[in-house]
């Protein structure tokens, strides 16, 4: 039988993170709902999900503001990978760039990191994972913000698609995901 090497078992782990972010990105409809398999929870077990929430910088802003959207994690337990899009209506926003937070860097961790806007315009495709073997984060912390611009009046359409949280031995892990309420107003005259 052929031992694994951890540097073999650490590079399954990205591909599957990074193949969680192809589905994601080749996904044509975006507002569908997404074909995530259930977590399963073995019995004797809390079934206590980890949450990942958007907290925007602001619930209003105007035409020609930026928007900092925040999406932090809440009671996250061996944390790996935490792949999603963020759907959100072009008509009113436009994405700018997003910055990695420290959540899953925590114990000097190396990670990847990406965000870029999905091929249909109205989302952001984002992928985040640990390299290294181990242990996946815990606890609670900040995984990453996404900067956009408002274009238009309306509201920005924030929803999660195709969101999934996975640990350490790249399961999904049971997990619920919220979005944010955030409206455009016409610029100040």
Excluded: K, W
Excluded at 137 to 161: I, K, M, N, Y
Aim: proline share 8%.
């Amino acid at each position: 039988m052929r031992e694994v090497s951890s540097t073999q078992t650490n590079a399954a782990r990205i591909l599957v993170s990074v193949a969680s972010l192809a589905v994601l990105a080749l996904r044509p409809d975006s507002s569908a709902s997404p074909s995530t398999p259930e977590p399963s929870v073995p019995s004797g077990i809390a079934a206590t999900p980890v949450v990942v929430r958007m907290m925007p910088g602001a619930s209003e802003v105007r035409v020609g503001e930026e928007l900092t959207l925040h999406i932090v994690i809440e009671a996250g337990s061996d944390v790996f990978s935490v792949p999603f899009r963020i759907g959100y209506d072009p008509r009113v926003l436009r994405f700018v760039n997003g910055l990695e937070g420290p959540f899953l860097r925590a114990g000097r961790s190396d990670t990847v990191f990406s965000a870029s806007p999905a091929e249909s315009g109205d989302a952001v495709v984002v992928g985040l994972a640990r390299v290294d073997a181990g242990p996946g984060a815990e606890g609670d912390g900040e995984l990453c913000a996404l900067s956009f611009v408002a274009t238009a009046p309306g509201d920005a359409g924030l929803r999660f698609d195709g969101a999934m949280v996975r640990d350490g031995q790249s399961r999904i892990v049971l997990s619920a995901f919220a979005a944010a309420a955030v409206t455009v107003r016409p610029a100040d005259p």
